[in-house]
């Protein structure tokens, strides 16, 4: 079983790259071989609605056309038994980054037709990981709850299933006193970075150990 995880976060050390370094720690111990990219490093734009993956006859169809350092991740991910996106929320969304990157990623199963079919070929368990700097309160009362869904219904369309996990208020700065940001309390976000954390780091790492199993 070999697992992929994408960081969609340009920090490589922070909460997001944790967790997902946490969910392969789990999909490891269950004796799958794994790998973290960070999409930071590459270089990419979003779709340009070319159309190629859709044009049938086309040496392009079904896979994107663009030719940039993205394509051979997109190869990766295409080839992988378990894929785990992970990124943190900014103005209520995924980062630029991974929206770009799903766009190139999915757009190309998608077909134009009614139920808008994958033609993705296999079905493979995926994962979404979310983490916001906001209490979990948030997630309904911002409505991220609708556009995680979304995202989650858009996966699970194209590669079979998908589970989500959602870690909300993390801590954001190793010292909050560099910053203007009297929103929050300092000590509070140290204490649940010391209590709460590593419980979500742990359902990261379980959340590995299903995809390794083949499930989500």
Known sequence: ?????????????????????????????????TKLVHLYDYAYKGCISCFECKRLGGKNYGQCAVKDELRPLL????????????????FGAETGETRSFMERLLFPYLTYTPGYASIFPRTIPTALVYDMNVPEPAIIERQYDSFIE?????????FGSCAVLTVTDTYQFDDYAKYLCTVWDAEAKAKRRAEVF?????????LGE???AGGV
């Open 1 to 33: 079983m070999n697992i992929l995880a994408i960081n969609g976060s340009p920090r490589k050390k922070w909460n997001t790259a944790m967790l997902l370094g946490s969910a392969l720690e789990g999909a490891a111990a269950a004796g799958a071989t």
């Open 75 to 90: 190869a990766e991910a295409a080839a992988t038994d378990a894929l785990i996106i992970g990124t943190p929320v900014y």
């Open 150 to 158: 979304r995202t989650r219904g858009f996966m699970e369309r194209t």
């Open 198 to 206: 590593p419980q979500d780091l742990a359902k990261a790492f379980a």
């Open 210 to 212: 299903r995809l390794a």
